[in-house]
Structures are given as structure tokens and as C-alpha cells.
């Protein structure tokens, strides 16, 4: 929105006024709404209820007992399952604990301290490691990073995916470099899915270090809205065909399909690479949670049973999604001041406020009762360069007060740009 006239300057000032008014308005009502993680609603914990009584045995299909110690790898039919929702063989997978970050964690870690397969010596022994980090990302894939000293790049996101050109020339210069983070299907937080040019890409590049490995942080991959969903080139696939197979790990988890905290996660990579973490593992551990393994296969059947689990997630979650989106529409469309996604599944929706506001706009909102994931975390070392990106996350509050919390930061937007653009504008 420009100030061309004394008539846009007086459509901009009662633009303004309405909305320090409703702000006041709201803020008197000392609200408590939470929209700052990306947490399934109680509705949508009571889909897996039956998962707290569906185990009548304790026996897997080769008679393994799930109550005792053992299997480190994870019992054969949750690999048979879960490989098929990753779609890599059952050779190719390790299907773990609760955590999938745990399992992005321990990859990092077993990389600093011993190397990856094929690699010369551990990534620590070298005088820097770097890592990719497609931004706006996952929070706390960065503070993994931060964590090991790892030296993080941002990478601008655009409508496809990561910036692929700067990713090629950048890995094909720095042999410090030795991963990318990706969320490649319904990104946090953008929502975007990878093209198949972008997967095949990163597959194929060549790159310095011959020890790169892609974190493919694949946690929203069954997760979508309605019967019109992305899709998601393999990229075990891609990489075996471009002659790098051992170039990728895969994660994954139940979290956002069962319970989080109490789901199965899991990691795919080439038979090499699934060979070396299982040597490592079976030092760490005795065996994962079997039982809980046993009743998720029980529950959830095949990929049909989890996929017709997900449509009901999708009938929670899209009337809260259409809510922010409609809302968003409705407070600011034809302003210019602020652009969003309309994701066709995952758990967030990235609003982009005017360059310079998104920090002001989170303060605002917090001061009138809405708590939103902070500010600039969804980029590496918590700075946003352009402080214009704010993550919704609308799966855990009821509809109605997610409609509130929606309203209040479309009002924040308002004040906080149109008092910007005003005082430009002298
Ligand atoms: N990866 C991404 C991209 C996520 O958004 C989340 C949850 N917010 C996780 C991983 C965490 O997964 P888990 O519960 O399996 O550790």
C-alpha cells in the first residue's frame, strides 16, 4: 500500500484508527491464546486412543517377545510398514524410539565423532563444518547446529524448494560443507513440497565434500489436508540413480499421526549407511520400545489404515487452516502489506509480513494475549535478515480462539505497517 494522495493518506489513517480500536478492544480481554508450536488438538490425540488397548500379544509375526530385550533395528512389521510410507526396502530402514529429532541428533553426532560411511575421518576433525539450512526451517534442526558448532548458511526457500543453484555452487567450492537440513514435503513452515527437478538436483550435484550427507526430514509425509495433495519425488531413488545412494538419510516419526512423545520414528538411508548406524546403535542401546512398535502396526494395519487415519486428521485440521486463510483475506487482501501460504498439508501456515515488522508484529500480538512461535526462529541463529517471517501453527487451539489469535495479528499487521508507511511518507 502506497500514499499517492491526500485520499489514500486518509484511507490509510481510518484503516488504522479501526484497528488500534479492535486492538484495544481485544487486548482489555487479557486473553491466553497459544499458536507457538505445532502440537496436534485433543481431538486429534483421541484418533489413536485405541492404540492405549489394541495389543492383545506381546509376540511379533517371527514370535520375537516384544517385552523383553533384543532387535535393535526395530521389529519386521513395523519395518515392513514404515519402509513402504518412506518407500525404500525394508533393508534400507531403522525404525527407533519416539523421537525422529532424537534420530536426526544421534546421525549428527555419530558424524562428528566417527565420520559417515565411505568418509576419510570423523566431520569434527575438520578445521570447520557447515550446513546448509533452507530458510525459513525447523527450529530446532538449527539448534542441533548450534549445539555441535556447526556453521549454518541460509538458504533462501522459493516456491519450489531450497535455492538450488546457490546449494550447487556453494557444495561443489566448500568441502566444509557436509549437510543440507530439508523438509521437503510441506515444509516447516512454509508448507511447500519439493519439485522433482529440486530432488533429482540435490541427488545429483557434485559436491566438494565427499562425505555430504541430505538430513530429509521427511516428519509431514502422509500428512495432508484433502484429496488435492503434493506429491514427493523418492529420493533414495533419485540418489542410487545419480550414483551417490549413500547421500541421504531419511526421517521420519508417528508423531503427527499417533502420539507425539509416545509415536515410533524412524531413519532410511542405503543398506551402507543403515549397516554403520546399526553397529553404533546396538552400543547405545539394548533394543527400542518393541511393544510400542507392535501396537503402532496393530493399529494403524498398512498403508491404507494410514492413510484413512490421516483423512481424519485432515477433517480436524482444514476447517483450521481455511479459518486462518479466510481470516487473512478478509483483514488483508488488497493492502500489500503482507503475503501467506496456502499449504496443501503439514501443520503450518508462514505469513511474510513488510520487510522490518514480522519482530514488532509478534510483540504486539503477545502484549494482547497471543503467544506465536518467536520471532526469527525459524531461521539460523534466531535471525530473520528481513524480519518478515511469522510461522502460524493452528492445530492446537479451537477453532474459535485460533479465529481471535488470526484476527489480533492481522490487526498487529495493520498498525504496525500502515504506521510504518505513514511515517515514510511524510
Ligand atoms: N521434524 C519436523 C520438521 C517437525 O516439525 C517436528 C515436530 N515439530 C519434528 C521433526 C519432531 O519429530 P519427532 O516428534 O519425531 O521428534
Redesign the pocket.
Known sequence: MSISNNKDYKAIQAILEDAKKRYEMFKSQNLNLDMS??KPCKEQLSLSDELLSCLESYKTKDGTDCRNYGGVDGIPEAKELFSQMLGVSKNEIIIGG?????M?YDAIARAMSFGVYGGKKPWSKHEKVKFLCPSPG?D??FAICELFGIEMITIEMKKDGPDIEAIEKLVAEDENIKGIWC?PMYS?PDGITYSDEIVVRLASMKTKAEDFRIFW?N??CVHHLSDDHDNLKNILEACKASGNPDRVYI???T??ITF??A?V?MMAASENNINLAKKHLSIQTIGPDKLNQLRHVVFLKNMAGIESHMKKHAEILKPKFDAVTDILEKELSGLDIAYWNKPKGG?FISLYTLPGCAREVGEMAFQAGVTLTKVGATYPYGVDPDDRNIRIAPTFPPVDELKKAIEIVAICIKIVSLNRIISQNP
Open positions: 508450536r505445532g519416539n523421537s525422529s529429532l532424537n536426526m525447523y530446532r534442526h523438509v516447516n526430514d516428519a509431514y526421517f521420519s516419526s508423531s503427527k507425539p512423545g509415536g520414528a501443520y
